[in-house]
């Protein structure tokens, strides 16, 4: 037993695989954690109470009930469809949102891959979700599909360019593209933080930022891809069953990751706030995952708050407000790079 343990341990191919495994132990319990507090949150916000009856305590299984019952549903394609596209677009939505977790670092000792260029893979790698949406519009032979599938590789197109230069900004200042460099590089108490430098075109990039990221993983107010008042339920329409959850499961993935990179390239990421109390790798971690909630609640208080824009206005802020705001900021912090530091 112990010589097929130490023969399971040199497998590097296993190990591989076994790490590759680590982040669905969170994203899981993560997404069912999330629907369940979405709805409390939009139940509170409207004086109403949400889940109260499944599991007891203000009905916290009723997320795990929900996910059971999508498991053992039929599964169903339409007649008309392209049935390898439709099988395989859920999959390929799900890897795009899944892969980018290998160079999140959750803290300073656990990182999947650290790599020189960790920031760029995970813009880069991120960017197959756009394939398997438009697969998944194209393949459903569904007009309010298709329509749902090309609002949101054109929505999601347009804001990568200001989430690009957004970030571009905190790359000038470290010089690195590496996440956990740029972690080390705001090391210390709350004030090393870049959305709270001296340098205040830091704290517009942050901005920046997070009202682009709610465009690119299609939450509200830019939550039009979707729209179930105008498209039943956009690119994922004729979806049900394990491939509706996996949509799902890819979408809460997206908001833990866009808000983890936000609170790695901006709020310290694992760092505490407290400068060296409360910190290591186990508070690092903690840290971290709570600055990720925490812009979670954000985008779900967001979503019950604010109407939904048009599509012109979508566009209009994308290309006309934020890419024009995101070049100044990048200007800027090159020019203070250059010359004054």
Do not use: C
Not at 35 to 46: N, T
């Amino acid at each position: 037993m112990k010589e097929l343990l130490l023969e399971i341990l040199q497998n590097e191919i296993l190990i591989y695989a076994l790490m590759a495994f680590v982040p669905l132990l969170w994203i899981v319990p993560f997404a069912l954690f999330a629907v369940w507090l979405e709805r409390k949150v939009s139940a509170h916000m409207q004086d109403r109470l949400g889940p109260m009856r499944v599991g007891g305590w203000h009905g916290w299984a009723q997320t795990i009930a929900d996910i059971l019952k999508l498991i053992q549903k039929e599964d169903i394609i339409p007649t008309a469809a392209d049935k390898k596209l439709f099988m395989l677009a859920p999959y390929v939505v799900f890897i795009g949102s899944y892969a980018a977790f290998a160079a999140i670092p959750f803290s300073a000792a656990y990182i999947g891959a650290e790599i020189n260029i960790g920031l760029f893979y995970v813009l880069s790698i991120s960017s197959l979700v756009v394939i398997g949406l438009l697969m998944a519009g194209w393949a459903s032979n569904n007009k309010w599909s298709l329509f749902g599938a090309m609002r949101s590789a054109a929505q999601i197109v347009s804001y990568e360019i200001p989430v690009a230069l957004s970030l571009l900004a905190v790359i000038m200042i470290v010089g690195s593209f590496d996440l956990q460099e740029i972690n080390r590089a705001q090391s210390g108490s709350i004030l090393n933080w870049f959305v709270f430098q001296k340098f205040p075109l830091l704290f517009i990039a942050a901005f920046i930022y997070f009202v682009a990221s709610l465009a690119e993983v299609n939450r509200t107010p830019f939550d039009i891809p979707e729209a179930e008042s105008e498209l039943v339920a956009g690119y994922h329409t004729e979806f049900g069953g394990m491939k509706f959850a996996l949509f799902f499961l890819a979408e809460y993935a997206n908001m833990f990751a866009v808000s983890a990179i936000a609170a790695t390239m901006f709020f310290g990421g694992w760092n505490s706030p407290f400068g060296d109390f409360m910190s290591g790798p186990l508070w690092g971690a903690f840290w971290f995952l709570s600055k990720g909630m925490a812009f979670i609640f954000v985008q779900m208080w967001l979503r019950w708050t604010l109407p939904r824009l048009r599509v012109d206005q979508l566009m209009y802020v994308g290309w006309k407000v934020l890419i024009p705001f995101s070049f100044v900021v990048v200007l800027g912090v090159g020019v203070w790079v250059m010359i004054i530091r």
